[in-house]
């Protein structure tokens, strides 16, 4: 199960620094404040996702960016909350608005990756907005893995690609897909989230 943003602490900034300077210019002084402001920008993917605060400089981000720039924050506030790599089973269910791409593929769900972050053995969403109340929480990873915010891009693509393949195998090929396919049907739900 997820928590919200609720669930992190209200810490003030002890140290400093580029990215905890970014938030303080924000008015935002302490770990709660920055999750709630991160939480609140829309979903949308960044030019550079490799830019510590590309976040804050465009006003979007998805989960991974988004997290990347709190476990970045919690490093140099010398808090024990981790970036965690996890593989759920994406449906209309638990994401609302890829349900239509997924049906006209002929799919119920699709594996796909979600950064979070994970503290005193908490998972913690800091982007699914809190009035999503439509939607399903995501109750279960079938893989998670602790990673470092410069693993959000390359290293998350090709670990999201390797689970697809053997789902593809498990699944008995899904009709001939590559995974390949699979990634386009991906990216078109994905592109369904944006709009």
Not at 55 to 73: D, I, P, Q, Y
Not at 156 to 173: A, F, P, V
Request: net charge neutral; glycine share 8%; hydrophobic share 35%.
């Amino acid at each position: 199960m997820m928590d919200s943003r609720e669930a992190l602490d209200p810490i003030s900034f002890r140290s400093n620094g580029a990215v905890t300077s970014a938030f303080s210019q924000l008015g935002k002084r302490d770990f709660r404040s920055a999750g709630q402001y991160i939480q609140a920008l829309p979903y949308g993917r960044n030019s550079n996702p490799g830019d510590p605060l590309i976040v804050l400089k465009e006003n979007r981000g998805t989960c991974s960016t988004k997290h990347a720039l709190l476990r970045r924050l919690a490093i140099k506030q010398n808090l024990d909350i981790a970036l965690v790599l996890g593989i759920y089973e994406m449906s209309e269910q638990n994401t609302p608005g890829v349900g239509a791409v997924l049906a006209k593929y002929g799919l119920a769900i699709l594996p796909e990756a979600h950064c979070y972050l994970r503290m005193g053995g908490k998972r913690i969403d800091g982007t699914r907005p809190a009035h999503r109340g439509l939607a399903e929480p995501i109750a279960d990873f079938l893989h998670e893995e602790e990673i470092d915010p410069t693993q959000i891009t390359n290293y998350k693509t090709e670990i999201h690609k390797q689970y697809l393949s053997r789902w593809i195998t498990d699944n008995g090929g899904l009709d001939g897909r590559s995974t390949e396919d699979i990634w386009k049907i991906r990216e078109e739900c994905i592109a369904s989230l944006s709009r």
